[in-house]
């Protein structure tokens, strides 16, 4: 007799943001999830009281992984570094979960409060790397976040075009100080 191991609500989650990242929001629902970890619709159930409550849960699972570091960065150095990583790579986000996501806020109140939630924070990260560099016009954290979502959905971000310019508006940036 084969073993099966016990799914958990990560488990599920996982699968939910996965399945967000490929389908969109219809990929949130018990029975397709069910067939991609090979289980029954009574694990989902086991763990989720309905699809809404799941449905919040991997809103929440995926802001939680994808907001940046609360520590200021104590040197100059550093807050370039950490600038200039997020600027190109992002916050640790999965370009297609983001832009399913940013589809999903469209149309979903729950969906566009956790979007919100997640790119103030991001916001403020930039705010807090850009005033230790002593940049503080307080419209630069959001241009520069809308100039990285905004890279991320032309040839998903990754082109060296793409990578070259968003370079370069960080150091047209970092050069106002």
């Known amino acids: 007799m084969v073993t099966r191991q016990r799914l958990s609500p990560d488990d599920w989650l996982k699968a939910g943001v996965d399945a967000l990242a490929r389908l969109g929001p219809e990929g949130l629902?018990?029975?397709?999830?069910?067939?991609?970890l090979e289980t029954t619709k009574g694990s989902f159930y086991w763990h989720f009281p309905d699809v809404p409550t799941y449905q919040?849960?991997?809103l929440e699972y995926w802001s939680e992984s994808n907001v940046a570091p609360e520590e200021a960065p104590k040197k100059k150095k550093?807050?370039?570094?950490?600038?200039?990583?997020?600027m190109e790579?992002?916050?640790?986000?999965?370009?297609?979960?983001e832009a399913a996501m940013r589809t999903w806020a469209r149309t979903d109140q729950d969906a566009?409060?956790?979007?919100?939630?997640?790119?103030?924070v991001r916001i403020e990260r930039i705010r807090i790397?850009?005033?230790?560099?002593?940049?503080?016009?307080?419209?630069?954290?959001?241009?520069?976040?809308?100039?990285?979502?905004?890279?991320?959905?032309?040839?998903?971000?990754?082109?060296?075009t793409t990578k070259a310019a968003i370079e370069t508006l960080v150091d047209m940036v970092i050069a106002l100080r």
């Open 29 to 36: 629902k018990a029975e397709p999830l069910a067939r991609v």
């Open 56 to 58: 919040k849960r991997v």
């Open 78 to 86: 550093e807050a370039v570094a950490e600038l200039k990583s997020l």
């Open 89 to 97: 790579d992002g916050f640790g986000e999965d370009g297609a979960a």
């Open 112 to 120: 566009a409060d956790a979007l919100a939630r997640i790119d103030a």
């Open 129 to 160: 790397l850009l005033d230790k560099l002593g940049v503080t016009n307080p419209d630069i954290p959001r241009a520069l976040y809308a100039a990285r979502i905004g890279a991320a959905q032309i040839a998903k971000g990754k082109d060296k």
